[in-house]
């Protein structure tokens, strides 16, 4: 009866000759929030930038909805205005002010009129808390703030899934609180989110469904009760310990 | 001695001052114009330069992608390569030769052979514009749907704009100055003025000296109005916070109470209301 809203089958990636993912499978389902946790260099972002094909795929393939999106046969932009993602590094557009980074993709990809774009912009912006900041341009505000925006300017996409590509690691400590708030209350808003992240606690408390990756493979998937408490993988073990010792 | 050139300069200006103005005019305006088409030859080949294409991709498709890189390389090599006033010579009396065509009027032939000289510069400074952008951008850009002109044409573009604002400059108070050559095939700029008055009147360093004035103004005038373009292209430097418009009633902090929802869910329910 569910649906899978994302599937992944048999997905290999390989930059030369170093191969970075080895025949994941995973599935995402409509509401799920699933963390992908595991040690840098396992392949994590790459499955999530994979998923929104900022990289091609070596072999294998991705479905969305059921359709296969990672062959040329549908227009990746279309794909990816279905498919929201959060970046490390923001990227929010340096030419642009706050409220133009969350109007802009409404306008040109989606059509949506200026001033339906706006109010959709101000509502997301709200949701974030960023509403005040509408007239700043990236470089004037922080970190925290600048990923909120980010989150804004994917959420006003309307996406049926938000991909996050560790969106708290470049940010102070102190900032740290103000985004993951902000996911906690997407998850509450039953919003379907795909999250590479090294917050454990975000991991435990907040996803409906923990991935540990170990060197370009899938070593143990369940929900978080499991994976944290009783993890059948002698290394998901070892890594949960030496993170969770921190 | 100096007062010797004054009264030169005077008796040139007083009896051909209409001839130096139409000059300076006729300087500025080709200067410009060719300034600006070269910026959107540069722009156009940056944009075609960076299409991308993936081993996923159809031959044909990058066949084609592959000869536009070629196409526009051998462009900028033989364009950046040649002298301007060669360059003139060979569209100017080559036309008629190779394809029947000739130009009645210099006017036209002037500004397509100093736009295409200039844009053979812009396409590399341009390319160096877009190699200066954060690979972010391209990606934040991808990642919220756009296609490749969109993404050029409303985030990169803009940016690289910014970053090579002193290379437009440049490549201007160039045209400036280099416009001269163009007397080759009959284009009577500020400096043809000056060979046509000092024949006639055999006041040739008096007309020179009104010369460098002129074109020294010109290019002065160039940097000045530049300078103050940039500024505007950088944007305020400040921004204020929006406490007080409707939509954005909320007081301006982020906390909020994690049960009981958002403090806007009277705009919440505005929004919904409206979305069908």
């Known amino acids: 009866m569910s649906e899978h809203i994302l599937e992944v089958r048999h997905l290999s990636k390989a930059f030369g000759s170093h191969a970075v993912l080895k025949d994941i499978d995973f599935t995402v389902d409509k509401g799920d929030v699933t963390s992908i946790i595991g040690a840098s260099g396992s392949g994590k972002s790459t499955l999530l930038r994979c998923i929104n094909l900022l990289e091609t795929l070596t072999t294998g393939e991705i479905l969305f909805h059921g359709k296969d999106i990672s062959k040329g046969k549908i227009n990746p932009s279309e794909y990816r205005a279905k498919v929201g993602m959060v970046f490390q590094n923001f990227n929010l557009f340096n030419n642009m002010t706050v409220l133009a980074n ?5 306008q040109k990809v989606s059509k949506i009129n200026k001033e339906e774009a706006k109010k959709r912009a101000l509502y997301y912006l ?36 938000l991909l996050f590509d560790e969106p708290t690691s470049a940010l102070d400590p102190e900032m740290v609180g103000e985004v993951l708030d902000v996911m906690k209350s997407l998850a509450r808003d039953k919003m379907t989110m795909l999250v590479v992240t090294h917050e454990m606690s975000f991991a435990r408390d907040v996803s409906s469904h923990v991935v540990y990756m170990a060197d370009g493979i899938i070593e143990e998937e369940g929900p978080p009760s499991e994976i944290f408490t009783n993890p059948k993988s002698l290394r998901t073990r070892e890594f949960l310990k030496r993170v969770l010792n921190d | 001695m100096f007062a010797q050139l004054l009264s030169d300069v005077g008796s040139l200006w007083a009896k051909y001052g209409t001839v130096y103005l139409t000059g300076i005019a006729n300087t500025l305006i080709l200067a410009v114009t060719a300034t600006l088409i070269g910026c959107i030859i540069g722009f156009l080949c940056g944009i075609l330069q960076t299409i991308p294409y993936g081993p996923n991709d159809h031959f044909i498709k990058r066949f084609l992608l592959k000869l536009i890189r070629i196409i526009l390389r051998a462009y900028v090599e033989i364009f950046r390569g040649t002298p301007m006033i060669l360059q003139a010579v060979f569209i100017y009396y080559g036309m008629p030769y190779f394809f029947g065509i000739s130009f009645k009027d210099i006017w036209t032939v002037s500004i397509i052979v100093v736009s295409i000289n200039t844009g053979a510069y812009m396409a590399e400074s341009v390319r160096g514009g877009i190699m200066s952008i954060d690979p972010g951008q391209f990606e934040g850009a991808k990642a919220i749907g756009m296609n490749h002109w969109q993404t050029m044409l409303y985030v990169i573009l803009p940016q690289t704009l910014r970053n090579i ?14 416009t001269s050559v163009m ?5 009577s700029d500020f400096f043809a003025v000056h060979k046509m ?6 006041k040739y360093f008096p007309s020179a000296f009104m010369e460098m004035i002129g074109y020294l103004c010109l290019t002065l005038l160039a940097s000045f ?5 940039e500024k505007k292209l950088a944007g305020k ?8 418009d409707q939509l954005v009633m909320a007081a301006g902090t982020y906390s909020y109470p994690a049960e009981a929802g958002t403090p806007f869910d009277e705009i919440s329910k505005d929004y919904k209301g409206e979305k069908k």
């Not at chain 1, 969350?102 to 409404?106: A, E, H, L, N, T």
């Not at chain 1, 005040?132 to 994917?154: F, L, T």
């Not at chain 2, 430097?237 to 007080?244: A, P």
């Open chain 1, 102 to 106: 969350c109007m802009i993709g409404q």
């Open chain 1, 126 to 161: 709200n949701k974030v808390g960023m509403a005040p900041y509408i007239n700043a341009r990236p470089d004037q505000i922080s970190g925290g703030q600048k990923q909120r925006v980010a989150i804004a300017r994917a959420l006003a996409m309307e996406p049926e899934v």
């Open chain 2, 165 to 178: 604002m002193p290379q437009i400059g440049n490549n201007y108070i160039i045209n400036v100055k280099d």
């Open chain 2, 183 to 187: 007397f080759i095939i009959g284009f």
């Open chain 2, 197 to 202: 008055v000092s024949g006639a009147v055999f």
């Open chain 2, 225 to 229: 109005l530049l300078r103050k373009m």
């Open chain 2, 237 to 244: 430097s400040n921004y204020e916070l929006v406490n007080t």
